[in-house]
């Protein structure tokens, strides 16, 4: 915003463990689909089980509750994705 350009980010929240492996993968596959949809946009992945003061002060910052979670520009929370459009309408 501050430069003038149009670009978004998401910050993808995910986490291997074997109890969240299906839906990180589902939400790795539908961002896949977004980002090709959407050049002007770039995404950060975090597993959120890392033991890392990193991992740690971004989920703080952002709020982040669940193993699977999307913050889109910092400023939406997704906890469930119900369809591509619960993303897309935070692109336009």
């Known amino acids: ?4 350009s149009n670009i978004h980010t998401i910050l993808f929240f995910y986490s291997n463990k074997e109890e969240n492996s299906k839906d990180s993968e589902d939400m790795g596959r539908i961002l896949g689909y977004i980002s090709e949809q959407h050049p002007d946009l770039v995404i950060y992945s975090f597993d959120v089980d ?4 990193l991992i740690y002060l971004v989920k ?16 939406h929370n997704i906890e ?10 935070y692109l336009k």
């Not at 890392?50 to 003061?53: A, D, E, P, Q, R």
């Not at 703080?60 to 400023?75: A, F, S």
């Not at 469930?80 to 309408?89: P, V």
Request: hydrophobic letters at 30%; proline letters at 3%.
């Open 1 to 4: 915003k501050e430069c003038g």
């Open 50 to 53: 890392l033991n890392s003061s």
């Open 60 to 75: 703080e910052k952002y709020d982040i509750n669940l193993p699977v979670e999307l913050v889109i520009d910092g400023e």
């Open 80 to 89: 469930k994705l119900n369809n591509i459009e619960d993303i897309e309408k």
